[in-house]
């Protein structure tokens, strides 16, 4: 299991840099890597991100020094989407089979997670997301269909799209994990206009169904004086409470959302005026 460490930057940093400091704080560039646990732990809410791709042996999540607990979700709680082929989550001894798209929830106190492929030429990349938890939770298994549903957009502002939530209130508990895929619609390109900022919660993007030859134009920074990032398929990004963010793609796409911090009310958000942003 491999563990990057990303530490916290002060707004007022990020405005002095260019863009390949940019990428080298908040872009994760690779995130599934077969026959690894590939992960980067934020200072950010302490959030932990990445991808588990097993190809021929079982992968487990194990504990590490820098969460300083005898195993992994002692005092963390779960997230887990997977956007390959057909795989196993083993919770504690229980198996649960995830199809693409399908997710789970794994609570707090569940000792032995191991992830495993059905095909190794065709492997499963389980995407995952991890907050600190304090309070155990049922595990749930949450299809795309279990998802809760908001169409938004339109056609107008290229942003017609829906949001499926997995974990989320309407769908599980967990204490502050909220996580889930946003599909956009042929011919929509901004994921989050007008864009907005959540001091309570930080986020994390992971960017998919990217075409080779397009790229989506993430967008961060504050409100007054934002910065980009060009991204590639299976690309994440770290959003900081203080950064808006926001994207645009050459093409229609789809995302990863997975955010924590201090309460899981999905609309809660400090709106930003499309006329105000500069």
Known sequence: MQMEIRYSNHPEDSKH?????????????????????NLVYSHNDRIIFGGVTPIKETLKLGASKELGTDYFLERRELG??????????????VEYNLNYRDGLYVGQGTKNIEFKSSDG???????????????SYPTVKIDLEKANKIKCGDEINMNKRTINQYIHPAVCESCQLVMGLTILEPGSGWNTMPCHTHERRMEVYLYLDVPED??????????QETRHIVMKNEQAVISPSWSIHSGI??????????????????DDMDNIRIQDLK
Request: net charge negative; charged share 20%; hydrophobic share 40%.
């Open 17 to 37: 840099y260019d863009t390949e400091t940019l990428r080298r704080h908040y872009l994760v560039e690779k995130v599934f890597v077969d026959g690894e646990v």
């Open 80 to 93: 887990v989407i997977n956007v390959g082929g057909e795989g196993t989550v083993i919770a504690d001894g």
């Open 214 to 223: 397009q790229a989506v134009i993430h967008f961060m920074g504050e409100g």
């Open 121 to 135: 030429k065709n492997p499963a990349k389980f995407y995952i997301n991890s907050a600190p938890a304090l309070k």
């Open 249 to 266: 793609g050459t093409q229609n796409y789809s995302f990863i959302w997975g955010m924590c911090g201090e309460n899981i009310t999905f």
